[in-house]
């Protein structure tokens, strides 16, 4: 509701409803890791809207108890992780700390290797952590997780997205294959840097046209006339 209104009161009250929600539950309580998540995502929202440094450490620290909570198997390790990534990451950006850019690379690569994961999201923390190993020059890592990444691509359908999400992932998984061929050149690559741009268009391409194919084989309309 606040996304669509701009309503801080909304998100206020959305606030306050999970800090209640979690305090009428203990520890084992199988529900808390989804109400510490819920509520590090409200206060990271409250930050965007009004730039309070307060909000951001708050949605840190609570999503990094989140993090350590969750079982490593667990299928949501990989969201709560990237979110903590991105906290830390954004609070680097403002204060310059080492300590917060190097406990995001971490939790990206937590995130990455939790392959119970939704693949989608795991690509799109691969993108984020390659960026981060080119900045620190650690090039052989990045391009191994660049070839990982790519090969992620084939098992992620844009059917099983919803309608608005599909643009954001189709330009996450571009900035993968982009990503992956810088970090080639940079290796002095040129021939690899090309193939593994292509090969990441490829399967981006194959994607997209298999789901347009879907949609107008139902209406009697041949897939060729897409080609």
Request: glycine content about 6%.
């Amino acid at each position: 509701m606040f996304r669509q209104t701009g309503n801080e009161s909304i998100l206020e009250k959305a606030i306050n409803a999970t800090r209640d929600a979690l305090h009428l539950t203990n520890d084992s309580c199988p529900d808390r890791i989804g109400w510490l998540s819920n509520l590090g995502n409200r206060l990271a929202t409250q930050y965007e809207h009004n730039d309070d440094m307060q909000s951001l450490d708050e949605a840190i620290r609570i999503t990094g108890e989140a993090a350590r909570s969750i079982k490593s198997d667990h299928t949501d390790q990989a969201l709560i992780s990237r979110n903590l990534g991105h906290g830390l990451e954004t609070r680097y950006q403002r204060t310059n700390d080492n300590f917060d850019w190097e406990n995001a690379r971490n939790a990206f690569q937590i995130a990455w290797d939790c392959t119970a994961g939704i693949p989608s999201r795991r690509v799109e923390v691969a993108a984020r952590l390659m960026n981060i190993m080119g900045l620190q020059e650690e090039f052989d890592r990045a391009a191994t997780l660049a070839v990982e990444g790519i090969d992620l691509l084939p098992t992620i359908s844009n059917r099983s997205l919803q309608r608005s999400d599909q643009q954001y992932a189709v330009s996450h998984f571009s900035g993968l294959a982009t990503s992956a061929c810088s970090i080639y050149l940079r290796l002095g690559l040129p021939e690899k840097a090309l193939e593994i741009l292509e090969r990441g268009r490829t399967v981006i391409l194959n994607q997209l046209i298999g789901d347009r194919s879907d949609i107008l084989s139902r209406f009697g309309v041949s897939p060729a006339l897409l080609l």
